[in-house]
């Protein structure tokens, strides 16, 4: 080889060395943050494989139920997601939404307009005040749909250490504690640890929709009209439960019986599957 | 014979036979009825000759008022009238922070924005039309159950009302008494815990005695686990379970009745309580150092049951009605006589007395130090 050119290289080699240096983690670092973006945007998932879980309420001697295998999203929709749909689908905006899918006098009802959901950081906060039907429609326009009350509550069954800690008193008393702060405020979702299953905020944030919200009781005693939701509440809600002291589970479950397709709620959101 | 000769010859014989099995036949039909009848007499009277359920005579309905409900210890006032009137009451649950004890807040769900829910007061016979709403903040559903309520759940079944939603049903008072009312939404235990009680008294026909003062107690515990640093404390469920209360109180707080917070009567005046227990577990000796009730309305029912009482007893999820005339001035202190409970969590109400001095029904004779001789 030419000397001139070995020595040109020579004498280059590690400006060029810093200059690779330079460019490749930049080019690494925007590849991560275009793809937290991207998850941030609504796309992080994860997988859930095929398992069984205890229900709360099934006839005795049932045992366990089977989940097939799911992926969930990793966090709830966000208002800025929501906010991105109602942009693109105009008849799902506040004062165009049909009443046969929303109420209009609670859809939405803390945005300060159709296309006015909050500052930066209330777009990062759970969407809330939405109806079944609206939380469909939204994970239908992205390909999704919302879970089923089984993959819920098999995904939100685990603690941040262990897949199935339905059974752990200690869990139960913390889901209790956060319970009963629903109507406080809402965290941050970055603050909150994923559990086992690597899901966040399936218990801190909000009640979230499930596809068959209105089908939680299975009972051989039909009492009539209205014995579904008679059967949630007073002391009959512990017959026919498989753990009378699981009051988490209780809790959702009370708060699934007094919902219909169009309710709408400050402390319900939702988040989709496939 | 022939034929013709024998069937002529039969004839009266034929007709004789369908003749007797006439009778008998008729006769069998008429034992047959006759034993029926019998049968009919003899059993149960009740079942055959009244309706499937007894129906009360109800009065008939005239005009509607609304109801003006309380916050303890206040109650409202007597009822003025002589007929069976609709009554509407509405009430809203919330679920708002607020002091428990001393650097103890705790989120309490309520019956009308406080622990214990609003007094109602309608009469035997009224038409109740109440209306339940649950604040728009609200995390989760609540319902009522009233125990002067004959129907499902006391109300409960119909009642499941969503934060920002609202239902209404309508009961007869069919019976006169004092009453608890709570919440019934699952799991009932934590909603009873967190607050959710009060009472409704609906008057006897014929109203009750005359008193100068009536007062609203109503005695309840609470299982309290701390929060994270700056949260309030929430339901402590193992203890609930176990039975063992970090608080007993009166009124919703430690400290709602004493000091400044004591409601003052003047001596000779006759006073009433309406003294209720929400639980949700424990049985209150409920006790007025001091006094002596006259007159008790056990468990809360439409008459008198004993007289010259010191301790009645009170069961959870039910109530007491008690009457005593002061004597002599000073501060009456309401306990709970299961005593720990009145000095070391909180049962313990108060009651001032003011005017003349009696020194013939109470009188220091010395006071403290050396007897002298």
Redesign the interface.
């Known amino acids: 080889m030419n000397a001139l050119l070995r020595l040109t290289l020579l004498r280059t080699m590690p400006a060029l060395f810093f200059l690779a240096a330079a460019i490749v983690p930049a080019s690494a670092e925007a590849a991560v943050t275009a793809g937290a973006a991207a998850a941030e945007k609504g796309g992080a998932m994860v997988s859930l494989p095929a398992g069984t879980y205890r229900p709360l309420y099934g006839k005795a001697g049932d045992g366990e139920t089977r989940v097939e295998a799911f992926r969930l999203d990793r966090d709830p929709v966000t208002r800025g997601e929501f906010l991105a749909f109602v942009r693109a689908n105009p008849e799902w905006r506040r004062s165009q939404v049909r009443g046969v899918h929303a109420d209009r006098a609670?859809y939405l009802?803390d945005w300060t307009g159709d296309l006015e959901a909050g500052t930066a950081r209330t777009l990062r906060l759970p969407v809330t005040w939405v109806s079944w039907s609206a939380a469909r429609a939204f994970c239908e326009s992205s390909g999704k749909r919302l879970p089923t009350v089984k993959e819920w509550e098999y995904a939100a069954a685990a603690s941040a250490g262990e897949r199935d800690a339905s059974r752990d008193?200690a869990f139960?008393?913390r889901l209790?504690?956060e319970?009963?702060?629903?109507?406080?405020g809402l965290r941050d979702i970055g603050e909150l640890e994923p559990n086992a299953w690597g899901v966040r905020g399936l218990h801190e944030m909000t009640?979230e929709w499930v596809e068959d919200f209105n089908s939680v009781l299975v009972s051989d005693d039909s009492r009539g009209v209205?014995a579904r939701?008679?059967d949630?509440?007073?002391?009959s809600?512990?017959i026919g439960a498989t753990d009378p002291?699981n009051?988490a589970a209780?809790?959702r479950?009370?708060?699934r019986?007094?919902?219909e397709g169009r309710?709408?709620?400050?402390?319900l959101g939702f988040r989709c599957a496939i | 014979m022939t034929l013709n000769e024998t069937a002529k010859k039969n004839q009266p014989e034929a007709r004789r036979r369908s003749f007797w099995a006439l009778v008998g036949g008729a006769t069998t039909i008429a034992a047959a009825l006759l034993v029926l009848t019998a049968a009919n007499l003899f059993r149960d009277p009740g079942s055959s000759f009244r309706p499937a359920v007894p129906v009360k005579d109800l009065p008939s309905i005239k005009g509607e008022m609304v109801a003006h409900l309380t916050q303890a210890p206040e109650v409202p006032a007597p009822l003025d009238r002589d007929y069976a009137t609709k009554v509407i009451v509405e009430l809203e649950t919330t679920?708002t922070?607020q002091r428990l004890a001393d650097g103890v807040d705790y989120?309490m769900w309520t019956f009308g924005g406080k622990v214990p829910g609003n007094f109602i007061r309608v009469r035997e016979g009224d038409l109740v039309e109440f209306r339940l709403t649950n604040s728009?903040?609200?995390?989760?559903?609540h319902?009522i159950?009233l125990h002067a309520v004959s129907g499902?759940?006391g109300g409960?079944?119909?009642t499941?009302?969503?934060?920002?939603?609202g239902s209404e049903f309508s009961f007869r008072a069919l019976n006169p008494g004092l009453y608890v009312y709570h919440c019934?939404?699952?799991?009932?235990?934590?909603h009873i815990a967190?607050g959710m009680y009060g009472m409704i008294l609906v008057e006897p026909k014929e109203g009750l005695p005359k008193v100068d003062r009536e007062l609203y107690i109503m005695q309840s515990e609470f299982y309290a686990?701390a929060?994270k640093k700056g949260?309030p404390h929430?339901?402590?469920?193992?203890r609930g379970?176990a039975e063992q209360p970090t608080h007993v109180v009166f009124n919703g707080s430690v400290g709602a009745l004493t000091g400044d917070n004591a409601p003052v009567v003047n001596v000779g005046e006759s006073v009433r309580l309406f003294v209720g227990n929400g639980g949700p577990n424990l049985s209150s000796s409920f006790h007025v150092i001091g006094e002596v009730f006259d007159h008790v309305y056990g468990e809360g029912g439409s008459e008198v049951t004993q007289k010259n009482v010191q301790t009645t007893l009170i069961p959870a999820g039910g109530s007491a009605i008690v009457e005593f005339r002061t004597e002599v001035p000073g501060t009456l202190v309401l306990v709970d006589h299961a005593i720990f409970r009145a000095f070391n969590k909180g049962a313990l109400g108060m009651i001032k007395v003011e005017g003349k001095a009696n020194d013939d029904v109470f009188k220091q004779i010395k006071g403290f130090g050396v007897m002298e001789h």
Not at chain 1, 232 to 235: G, H, N
Request: hydrophobic share 40%; glycine share 12%.
């Open positions: 609670t009802n008193p139960l008393q209790t504690s319970y009963a702060r629903r109507g406080l009640w209205g939701e008679f949630q509440v007073c002391a809600a512990a002291s009051y209780f809790l479950y009370a708060v019986a007094g919902l309710s709408a709620m400050g402390s | 679920e922070v989120t728009k903040t609200s995390g989760v559903p319902n159950d499902p759940g409960a079944a119909v499941l009302t969503l934060p920002g939603g019934a939404v699952s799991p009932v235990p934590m967190n686990k929060g949260e929430t339901l402590d469920f193992e379970v």
